[in-house]
């Protein structure tokens, strides 16, 4: 006999794909093309790497789901404006404190779990066009219990920057890479995916918005949820039926920036696939929300959001982002 406990865990260093910053949260949780100050967006796109983010270092910290914490930071660095900009991160994250048994029951004390990825990114302009191309190369070690790992990634982007409409579109390939060294003999897939975004200033309107395409290389992305299954008067079960639109729906993130270029911002977002994922039959919990704000002090930007994920479960993301100039 077979039993399921849940759907997904097809591929190791999941983390490396966790939302990044409280910007990117309050937005949906997955944005490629802010070309600013926000150093820490080039851990998701490396081809927004640019002169803005010279000298401007951010830190930011996530009370995740069931215990969980993780953080980020990022570093820039401009030589100059013909060599462009250097781009260094950190992602972390800890698992916290488990109790361990063996197959007797018996208790073998408590163990940990933790992964790190720190990323090397640069980017360039293609010639004299409008496009941008960027590179992250990432050194990735996990820990869980007594087993260790160690892999390698890179990340690549594609950015298009049209400077008379305020209009940007990216395309980036992330987490193509391997294991070096396995957990147990065991190789694994990494979390590799293909994203693609755009977004646009309204010309007399302060507001920026922002659509989002996920894991286009996974196509169909839903499966039915068990939850689900509906049954008839003679007792017969049907799974849920998930059409095309819902397909398409569950790739697409929106969000919408208020003041984008102020020293105090308002950030929405909706996240389709966590709001299907998680909602609950017959009740409104609001899942796949997401709000924040920044404010930004001297040289120093404060950031917040709140993500909906679950009526149990709801994480919180704080920033810092400091002007070292």
Do not use: C
């Amino acid at each position: 006999m077979f039993s399921h406990a849940q759907v997904g865990g097809e591929a190791t260093y999941r983390f490396l794909n966790l939302v990044s910053s409280p910007r990117q949260a309050a937005l949906g949780g997955k944005v490629l093309t802010n070309v600013d100050y926000d150093v820490t967006q080039a851990l998701f796109n490396p081809a927004t790497i640019n002169v803005e983010m010279d000298n401007q270092l951010a830190l930011n910290y996530t009370s995740y789901l069931g215990g969980i914490s993780y953080g980020t930071a990022a570093y820039a660095y401009t030589l100059d404006r013909r060599t462009q900009t250097f781009h260094v991160g950190v992602t972390y994250v800890n698992y916290g404190s488990f109790d361990g048994y063996d197959e007797a029951g018996n208790a073998t004390g408590t163990f940990s779990g933790n992964e790190t990825a720190l990323s090397f990114g640069y980017a360039l302009q293609i010639g004299y066009s409008d496009f941008y191309f960027g590179a992250n190369a990432k050194l990735i070690t996990s820990k869980l219990e007594q087993y260790n790992s160690f892999g390698v990634a890179t990340d690549l982007g594609l950015l298009y920057i049209n400077e008379d409409l305020d209009f940007q579109a990216a395309l980036a390939v992330r987490n193509f890479g391997t294991q070096l060294t396995t957990y147990a003999g065991l190789n694994e897939k990494l979390p590799f995916e293909v994203d693609f975004g755009m977004s646009q200033r309204l010309e007399n309107v302060p507001i920026r918005w922002h659509v989002t395409l996920e894991n286009l290389q996974q196509w169909p992305i839903a499966r039915p949820n068990p939850a689900r299954t509906t049954s008839d008067l003679s007792g017969n079960q049907a799974n849920e039926k998930i059409g095309f639109l819902g397909q398409v729906i569950r790739h697409s993130i929106f969000g919408a920036e208020i003041f984008p270029e102020g020293g105090f911002n308002i950030r929405l977002g909706y996240n389709f696939r966590r709001a299907e994922e998680l909602r609950i039959v017959d009740q409104r919990n609001f899942s796949g929300l997401s709000a924040g704000f920044s404010i930004k002090m001297n040289k120093m930007r404060f950031s917040y959001t709140h993500a909906k994920y679950t009526s149990a479960a709801n994480s919180n993301f704080f920033g810092l982002q400091i002007d070292l100039r």
